[in-house]
């Protein structure tokens, strides 16, 4: 597997406020199952932006694809090429679902790529197909469902065929059936080699989907980058970043 | 104790708190400011639903492409509006709600939506304008120092009616054409791809604001125990249109980069094109014909 991701040294702070990061280094590899776990606040939404290119560091260096990006001074077709690759879903799904239907919703980004209109409506089909969401198509967002929301936002950016799938909390007012969906989506998304990151606090499903863990203290640093099950079976860790209270208990056998 | 005669109890009831249920089918009963702003909301949404109830239905108006569609609509506006005949225009409202009728929609429900509220407004505001104040001549009716012509009363009625004619075809155009449909018309006609956007981004934002509102008044509403004043409230729905602008803000930016991660740069990328066919030529042609039809009549019977 290799390097998709590194980041080093990087610092970053949104304009009149304290800095989020001040020096963060992280490396991510091809194929990998990632969550960025922590409290409300700490910073998982902004690197996960960081890493799809909506924001750039104000120092260090972010390598992708072992390239340096700095997409503010990309050209056109450069930054079109990175966000091809790296698909993002948010955390509200109402902000990225902005079309009529869903049907232009999920075709609106090959269309941007100049591929022919019948093409891409042959692959729009194909693709709510294999997510079994062919009856949302013809529905107008607003009308859909917090769960169908997920799905059609979800639908819009493996319609680019990314390389890079992240998620910022992806499991976010979904029920049980739709979470399910979610993790059969994903896993199948990670057999067929995609690097999935997405950040969660949902720790009960997240050995489901990812091997490894990156936790994020209160003070905006990475204090622990481990396995998965490892991460979770330190309760103390987990309680010193206030991820979880002392009464919190989980079950090592949800996990094989 | 001190009363407040401006005092008022709300008296809503919510039933349903899911944001599909906000979106159409919430009940909201009650007299007072908080009722009446959720009301709106509401029926922003209700409308919605209307449209797409009768949009997916099986009739004329919506088996026809909404090209022609648009040229119809716009060639019987135009020629109401430049149209001093009373023949003309009566008989262009009489010919929407023939379509109407054949396009299945609710006649009663269409005329009270299009005749029963703004024509009646305009022939009543444009009154003074058609009074002895500005037109004299023959008084036909006396209203103390106030009279009105005949050439008085024709003008605010011919106003009224090319407001009803206009909001006929404007009314059937929407209910009859799903929201896509109708982008996608346009977007065929060659209407900058970039003004198509600007529609479908506001479109899109006015039904996020109005859930969000609504979500926010329901949150208002069921912390509300006990008498709360009318100026209470008018102060709470302000400062709640401040949230939600900040809200809308922040939703903006973000709709801003998941356009931008999909590929979007500055200009939106057409959609599929439809060819016409036969019954949408036929359509043009007899709407054609009706129009000529009315213009002539006009010319013969004034």
Known sequence: MGEIFNL????????????????????????????????????????????????????????????PVRLDRMRREEAQLYHQKVGYVFQDSDVQLFCASVREELAFGPLQKGIPAEQVMEEVEELAAGLGIEKLLDQAPFHLSGGEKKKAAIASALILRPEVLILDEPTNNLDPRSQTWLLRVLNRL????????????????????????????????????????????DKDLLRSVNLVDEHFHTHPWDFE | MK??????????????????????????????????????????????????????????????????????SLMFIVAANSSRSLAVLI?????????????????RDYLRRVWKYLPVLVFVFSLPGASSWLIKGTPLLTIGPVYFTEAGLLTALRAALRTGDSLSFAFLLLASTRWADLMAGLSRMHIPDGFIAILNMAYRYIFLMASAGTEMMQARYLRTVGKISSAENRKYVGGAFGQLFVKVRRISEEVYQAMVLRGYQGTF??????????????????????????????YIFG
């Not at chain 2, 009650?30 to 239905?57: D, H, I, K, P, V």
């Not at chain 2, 008989?91 to 006649?107: D, E, M, P, W, Y």
């Not at chain 2, 959609?271 to 709407?287: H, K, N, Q, S, T």
């Open chain 1, 8 to 67: 080093s040294h990087v610092a970053f702070s949104y304009p009149m406020a304290e800095p989020i990061f001040t020096d963060l280094s992280l490396s991510i590899d091809s194929g990998e199952r990632i969550a960025v776990l922590g409290v409300n606040g700490c910073g998982k939404s902004t690197l996960l932006k960081m890493l799809a290119g909506l924001i750039a560091p104000g120092s260090g260096t972010i390598e992708a694809f072992g390239s």
């Open chain 1, 190 to 233: 990670s057999d067929e080699g995609k690097t999935l990151i997405f950040a969660t606090h949902a720790l009960d499903l997240v050995p489901h989907i990812a091997d490894r863990a990156v936790l994020f203290g209160e003070n905006h640093e990475i204090c622990a980058d481990r396995p998965v099950r490892e991460m979770l079976e």
């Open chain 2, 3 to 72: 009363t407040d005669k401006t005092d008022r109890t709300e008296k809503t009831e919510i039933n349903g708190t899911g944001r599909r249920n906000a979106g159409g089918t919430n009940r909201i009963v009650g007299r007072g400011f908080l009722a009446r702003t959720l009301m709106r909301f509401s029926e922003l949404f209700e409308n919605e639903l209307y449209n797409n109830r009768y949009a997916s239905m099986d009739g004329l108006w919506q088996a026809v492409d909404a090209r022609m569609k648009v040229i119809v």
């Open chain 2, 91 to 107: 008989g262009t409202g009489i010919t929407a709600a023939v379509f109407a009728g054949t396009s299945r929609l609710n006649l």
């Open chain 2, 269 to 298: 990328a057409g959609a599929e094109r439809r060819r016409l066919r036969m019954l949408d030529y036929l359509f043009l042609i007899v709407g054609a014909v009706i129009l000529m039809i009315l213009i002539i009549g006009g």
